[in-house]
């Protein structure tokens, strides 16, 4: 028996298991496989351990629907601030958490003894296609040209730890993004795939997003997704620095500091209920 507290940013939903007093399950993607399962399983888009650490308070390990590891989870990691919070893991209202895509700082917004939001600090976004990766002969992509079945989109490409596409469509309430999304996901100018955002600029200010998340499908909500669609919107002149991204489990607000070295991210963290499985 195992036990697990699903929580969820926005919509985007995870099972969490508390491994800093207990060891980390074996065959952890098989289980982030069995736990995701929303017939047969708890039900969420992934699974998201919480470990000890050698170099921060904490350490997040991400698995996807498909029991793929990801590097980085902008959703997960407020959860994991408001449960090592509200568990009693710390008392500390800043704390530091490792993650494969490098150490974030978190800063906790409390009230009444429990985290209502969290703002991370999510790092420099990274634009080099190498490093995205992103096959691409442009130093910054901006204009790659991809056709999938009957449509031909331009994305811009931007790292927030995990590959992210983002291309423009003229209504995304109306698009059908399962369609486009599971094509473009693995098109081979993404060597790891990619995190794909269909995004509409609603002004200076404000953009409405959807995303299909490799690995997951569409999901409700993508942290990571949502720092990367306000840095290709400021980069290709369509938006201001500070915006609020619209996702369909609600809003986030990011900001990108103006020596461009940070961006942040500030949202809800929910806790849905607790429980114990057994696998």
């Known amino acids: 028996m195992i036990k697990f507290t699903k929580m969820h940013g926005l919509g985007n939903d ?38 000890k650490s050698d170099i921060c308070d904490f350490k997040m390990r991400m698995f996807n629907y498909d029991g793929t590891e990801a590097q980085m989870c902008g959703n997960g990691i407020r959860c994991v601030g408001k449960f090592v919070y509200d568990k ?22 409390v009230k009444n003894n429990k985290v209502e939001t969290v703002k991370v600090d999510m790092g420099k976004p990274i634009l080099d296609p190498e490093k995205i990766p992103v096959i691409s002969e442009e130093k910054i992509v ?5 056709q999938a079945e009957d449509k031909k989109f331009k994305f811009t490409c931007v790292s927030m730890g995990n590959p992210h596409a983002i291309t423009i469509v003229e209504n995304v309430d109306e698009f059908d993004v399962e369609k486009y999304g599971k094509i ?12 794909i ?17 490799r690995g997951s499908g569409e999901t409700f909500a993508c942290g990571t997704g949502a720092c990367a669609v ?23 607000k990011i900001q990108w500091n103006e020596d ?5 991210m500030t949202g809800p963290a929910t806790t849905v209920f607790e429980g114990e499985i057994e696998i």
């Open 14 to 51: 995870y099972v969490y298991i508390d491994c800093t007093k207990q060891e980390e399950p074996k065959n952890i993607s098989d289980l982030a496989k069995f736990v995701s399962n929303r017939h047969f399983g708890v039900g969420s888009d992934g699974l998201i351990l919480i470990c």
């Open 88 to 109: 009693g893991l710390t008392t500390k209202e800043e704390i530091t958490v490792e993650t494969l895509a490098g150490i974030k700082v978190l800063e906790l917004n």
């Open 142 to 146: 901006k204009n790659l040209e991809l």
């Open 184 to 195: 473009l996901e693995v098109d081979s100018h993404f060597p790891e795939r990619a995190n």
């Open 197 to 213: 955002e269909f995004i509409q600029i609603l002004d200076k200010e404000t953009i409405k997003m959807r995303v299909w998340e």
């Open 230 to 252: 306000a840095v290709a919107s400021n980069i290709n002149g369509l938006t201001n620095k500070d915006v609020t991204v619209k996702l369909l489990g609600g809003d986030l």
């Open 260 to 264: 461009n070295e940070h961006i942040y």
